[in-house]
């Protein structure tokens, strides 16, 4: 079901908001402003939604994820797709009364499930959705499954058997038949992503504990990640290079975000004042990003340069949780503000100096109502749409003097 009428950006065309520069000076780790710094957008929660989670996006801006519907059960979500033009809801199928978008290529292919209330007395239900949502495609058939994520093979990552005693297994393109499973002796395991190789990373329950994992279903290898000092350990996603990010637990009992390179399981940095953190996402030019948390709760969305630099993304209002979950190769970055669900992208300098001002607007209005590629003015959605319009403009008094 779709629905109109609600604005991607929800900027108000009058209103010059002028962000707040994060004025940090950190041993661990130098954090970038200067040119490169991000903007935050809501997406815009779906009508009559509490809140909304983009879990990833693809290289042409499409978002999916999840959210809770005001009159559901305060357990049972409803998948999401977000563009830049409407939000789609995935409802459950009869009996699976909820349900949850995980995954997405960049066919626009979408990988999730539906689901029972609790306590999924009947199960929950896999199902690849294709470009334009006119074909579903169910995992298995009366079995228990779930798709965490589809790569642009058409091969989907999942769980298949009961609840509490799922197992990892890899589907075919056709969306079934011949799952190949995780060949490793233990009670549980979550596979969280597969990349374009096949190769798929996830948690594997190991009793007593969750360990990280990294599994190629062509060969049948099992790499097991280690902690950093700990017991546990999650990974969550990997690129084309083999880079995988997750958390894991520290000596002082402490959450850590990493980075595992080439069989070293390397500690991303933190910011002065915080304790924990967490990767949950990484694109194919090896920026990384998630969140870190200070003592008493309070959750900063963040994202890991190469170099391990650490970038701060801003909140939609001052006070905001934030957290990242999911970036793609342009670098654009899906994640929560609040309730909301946003985007983090960088903005254009069109005079090509600091800050944006009349000679950005300048520039703008010498290419409005203009279509075609690579016009200078047209910055909204991130990577432009073929034209200069009243979006473009919206984007940019956004960050009018920031």
């Given at each position: ?19 707040s520069?994060f ?9 970038v ?36 519907h ?12 977000w ?6 809801q ?97 009670d ?33 290898e ?57 990767a ?72 090509g ?15 409005w ?34």
């Open positions: 079901m779709k629905e109109h009428g609600r604005s991607r950006l929800t900027l108000l065309l009058v209103e010059m908001r002028i962000m520069a004025l940090f000076v950190w041993c661990a780790a130098s954090v402003q200067a040119d490169e710094t991000y903007y935050v957008y809501d997406l815009g929660l779906p009508l009559n939604f509490d809140y909304a989670i983009p879990w990833r996006i693809n290289n042409q801006g499409i978002a999916v994820g999840y959210g809770h005001s009159t559901s059960h305060q357990l049972c979500t409803t998948g999401v797709q563009t830049y033009r409407d939000t789609i995935f409802n459950g199928t009869p009996g699976t009364e909820c349900s949850a978008a995980r995954g997405l290529n960049d066919l626009g292919q979408i990988a999730g499930y539906n689901s029972s209330l609790p306590p999924y007395t009947l199960g929950k239900e896999g199902w690849v959705r294709d470009n334009g949502h006119n074909n579903v495609f169910r995992l298995s058939e009366g079995a228990y499954t779930t798709a965490h994520d589809i790569n642009n093979a058409g091969q989907v990552v999942g769980v298949a058997d009961l609840p509490y005693q799922a197992y990892a297994a890899v589907f075919d393109a056709d969306g079934i038949r011949d799952a190949k499973r995780l060949p490793l002796t233990h549980r395991s979550s596979p969280h992503d597969i990349n374009d190789k096949g190769q798929v990373v996830g948690s594997v329950l190991l009793d007593p504990t969750w360990h990280s994992f990294l599994w190629d279903p062509n060969s049948g099992v790499t097991l990640l280690e902690s950093l000092g700990g017991s546990w350990s999650e990974a969550w996603q990997i690129n084309e290079a083999g880079r995988i990010v997750g958390f894991a637990e520290t000596a002082d009992e402490r959450s850590r975000a990493f980075v595992y390179v080439d069989g070293t399981m390397i500690p991303l940095p933190l910011l002065e004042g915080y304790t924990d953190s967490a949950i996402g990484i694109n194919n030019a090896n920026m990384i990003v998630g969140h870190v948390q200070i003592e008493d709760g309070y959750l900063q969305a963040v994202a890991w340069y190469p170099d391990l630099t650490i970038l701060v993304l801003p909140p939609l209002n001052e006070l905001d949780h934030t957290r990242a979950f999911g970036v793609n190769d342009k670098g654009q970055i899906v994640g929560t503000s609040g309730q909301h669900p946003v985007i983090w992208t960088q903005i254009k300098y069109l005079d100096r600091r800050p944006i001002d009349i000679g950005d607007l300048a520039v703008l209005a010498a290419s109502g203009l279509e075609g590629e690579g016009l200078p003015g047209d910055i909204w959605p991130p990577g432009g749409d073929g034209r200069v319009d009243i979006r473009d403009l919206a984007a940019l008094l956004q960050n009018w003097l920031d």
